[in-house]
């Protein structure tokens, strides 16, 4: 099974940006859906923007206009560029297939965005 890993997490004040990335063990990209998922503290992980196989992109409505999904199927990496950062954006984002999560998750990277 593929095995993923997220990076680009930090801390950043509130209208600064970061862009996550996730490489993948195989080339699922290119062939599936894929999603970046973003857990808060004791909750279950919500839906942040996904981009199916004919490369739709989908966005939740929290981040719509503020973050952009990309892939690259010849590199196996999902990237997520988040700007105009809010501090309800805080949490560990992982990446995973869309529409269902199929693959192990793997550790996450850390946003926490505050003054």
Do not use: H
């Not at 862009?19 to 942040?48: M, P």
């Not at 988040?82 to 949490?91: R, Y």
Request: proline share 3%; hydrophobic share 30%; charged share 25%.
């Amino acid at each position: 099974q593929a095995q993923l890993v997220e990076s680009g997490g930090g801390l950043v004040q509130p209208g600064k940006s970061l862009r996550l990335s996730c490489a993948a063990s195989e080339s699922i990209f290119r062939s599936s859906g894929v999603a970046w998922y973003r857990q808060i503290s004791g909750k279950q992980r919500d839906l942040v923007a996904s981009i199916d196989r004919l490369g739709l992109k989908r966005y939740g409505d929290s981040v719509k206009g503020r973050f952009a999904i990309s892939r690259d199927g010849t590199k196996n990496t999902l990237d997520l560029q988040m700007d105009s950062l809010k501090p309800e954006d805080t949490g560990v984002y992982y990446c995973n297939t869309w529409p269902t999560a199929e693959l192990d998750w793997g550790q996450g990277t850390q946003v926490t965005v505050s003054p």
